[in-house]
T-cell receptor, first 112, second 115 residues
Framework: GESVGLHLPTLSVQEGDNSIINCAYS??????FIWYKQESGKGPQFIID?????DKRQGQRVTVLLNKTVKHLSLQIAATQPGDSAVYFC???????????FGTGTRLQVFP | SQTIHQWPATLVQPVGSPLSLECTVE??????LYWYRQAAGRGLQLLFY??????ISSEVPQNLSASRPQDRQFILSSKKLLLSDSGFYLC??????????????FGDGTRLSIL
């Protein structure tokens, strides 16, 4: 499959630990944010999203935190599992557009 | 439920040859459609997007073109491929903008190698 993330920042965590992946976004006019997970050879898969009028949103084992003051987004994964190993991208949607701007990605490696 | 299909999954083409990659979406109507390119170790670069049949917006100058002949069909083309066109091409769809704050959903991509 396609080798994504050859030169990406890497986060290595032990199975069962919590993971925190960070993202700095660029545009203060962005009003909607998404986290994607991309496994090797596949397209990005939607994980969770958050609107700019919120600062936290929880899903199943995942939590997204948004700090608009410093334009920072984070993805927290609880009890990380081997199946969580992938490259994670944040994306921002600029107000009143149909377009997303993607971050460069972080590779998450889970070891036993 | 909605599904998106891209083909082929992999493609090896000689420099100077033409290209046609196809993407179709099922289970929705009047979606926004997108083509992205992803270089190894990089994020996604938006190439084209479309909000309706025959409506194409180009994001970056390049050797590629896009067309939308039907509501749920999006095609990426080139008349003459360059070495620099190698990459991983991803198609995505989303509900129309009027349905505020909708994520994009991606196909599994085409890995294009130019020799």
């Amino acid at each position: 499959g396609e080798s994504v993330g050859l030169h990406l920042p890497t986060l290595s965590v032990q199975e069962g630990d919590n993971s925190i992946i960070n993202c700095a976004y660029s545009n203060s006019a962005s009003d909607y944010f998404i986290w994607y997970k991309q496994e090797s050879g596949k397209g990005p898969q939607f994980i969770i999203d958050i609107r700019s009028n919120m600062d936290k949103r929880q899903g199943q084992r995942v939590t997204v935190l948004l700090n608009k003051t410093v334009k920072h987004l984070s993805l927290q994964i609880a009890a990380t599992q081997p199946g969580d190993s992938a490259v994670y991208f944040c994306a921002e949607n600029i107000l009143n557009t149909d377009k997303l701007i993607f971050g460069t990605g972080t590779r998450l490696q889970v070891f036993p | 439920s909605q599904t998106i299909h891209q083909w082929p999954a992999t493609l090896v083409q000689p420099v100077g040859s033409p290209l046609s990659l196809e993407c179709t979406v099922e289970g929705t109507s009047n979606p926004n459609l997108y083509w992205y390119r992803q270089a190894a170790g990089r994020g996604l670069q938006l190439l084209f997007y479309s909000v309706g049949i025959g409506q194409i917006s180009s994001e970056v100058p390049q050797n590629l073109s896009a067309s939308r002949p039907q509501d749920r069909q999006f095609i990426l083309s080139s008349k003459k491929l360059l070495l620099s066109d190698s990459g991983f091409y991803l198609c995505a769809w989303s509900n129309p903008f009027r349905d505020k704050d909708q994520p994009q959903h991606f196909g599994d991509g085409t890995r294009l190698s130019i020799l």
